[in-house]
């Protein structure tokens, strides 16, 4: 069994490395699983391009919805970038972070789920 400093070691080591030339975007959503309220952390790794113009991120329940949208400026644009949902309810949540160019059009769509479970129920 690995020991901690292994593991972290390792995520250290990937998130240094750049992304592959087919992933224009990548994320980790934190925690995958937690009690509500809860704070949902969104990391975002955007690989530099001309064409990058606005990153959108999305945590969606169905019965509860938080966005956020961060303006880019192309290849000079920040490499990563965090977003913060707090007080987050009981759900199944659909994250998710799409990166547009000037147009509107899609360059690369990412996905997680994250289960934020409330006080006595089974959700």
Avoid: K
Avoid at 92 to 120: I, K
């Amino acid at each position: 069994m690995l020991s901690r400093r292994t593991w972290f070691a390792a995520l250290l080591l990937a998130a240094a490395l750049p992304l592959e030339a087919d992933q224009a975007i990548t994320m980790t959503v934190s925690p995958r699983q937690s009690l509500a309220p809860t704070n949902l952390s969104v990391r975002l790794r955007i690989e530099p391009d001309a064409d990058n113009r606005v990153l959108q991120v999305v945590a969606d329940s169905g019965g509860f919805y938080r966005s956020s949208e961060i303006s880019l400026d192309g290849e000079r644009s920040a490499r990563s970038a965090v977003v913060e949902f707090r007080d987050v309810p009981s759900g199944e949540y659909e994250v998710y972070g799409v990166l547009l160019d000037a147009a509107g059009r899609e360059r690369g769509r990412v996905h997680e789920t994250a289960l934020v479970f409330g006080a006595g129920t089974d959700n």
